[in-house]
């Protein structure tokens, strides 16, 4: 059994998911880990699975890009099995005036803190940026971090609130 990296990008429109999960399910394919968003009218999923080689998974995904509206790409992963976090799991989030360097700088604070950022989602609506972040923390840094983190976000000219995560939620 292979497991396979998969990522579709290209001009959203209505049924790219069902067509690429019914390709997936016709080869035997389980899709295991996935996410899919739209940014700004383009569609972007990546996509975790184990089935059948990368090179039988692209030839499958193939018809799905010959018009050239969408790019799939398939690449064999090692799996890592079950691996256990290695902090304490924290929500993160920015927002203020959209300006350059928000992520760079936030998330450099994090990593230097010893942070881990496992997932990350940004929206632009008008001139408000917001950055929403689940991380992984050592345990004992998240009250030194809040105040590394209001100085970097001060500099910016944006707010930032560090929350534990709750753990009923997905």
Do not use: K, W
């Amino acid at each position: 059994m292979n497991e396979l990296a998969i990522t579709v990008i290209g001009r959203d429109r209505p049924g790219i998911v069902a067509d690429v999960a019914e390709v997936l399910a016709g080869l035997g394919a389980n899709l295991t880990d996935s996410t899919m968003t739209r940014l700004r009218g383009h569609f972007a999923m990546t996509l975790i699975c184990t089935g059948p080689g990368a090179d039988e998974v692209e030839v499958a995904l193939a018809p799905l890009a010959a018009e050239g509206q969408l790019l799939a790409t398939v690449r064999a992963v090692t799996p890592d099995g079950d691996v256990p976090p290695v902090g304490e799991p924290y929500v993160m989030a920015v927002h203020g005036s959209d300006r350059m360097g928000i992520v760079a700088a936030m998330t450099r604070v994090l990593v230097d803190a010893g942070g881990n950022v496992t997932d990350l989602s940004t929206r632009l609506a008008g001139s408000l940026y917001v950055v929403l972040a689940e991380v992984e923390l050592p345990a004992g840094v998240a009250d030194t971090l809040v105040d590394r983190l209001h100085r970097t976000a001060g500099e910016l000219g944006v707010e930032v609130t560090l929350r534990p995560a709750d753990p009923d939620l997905l």
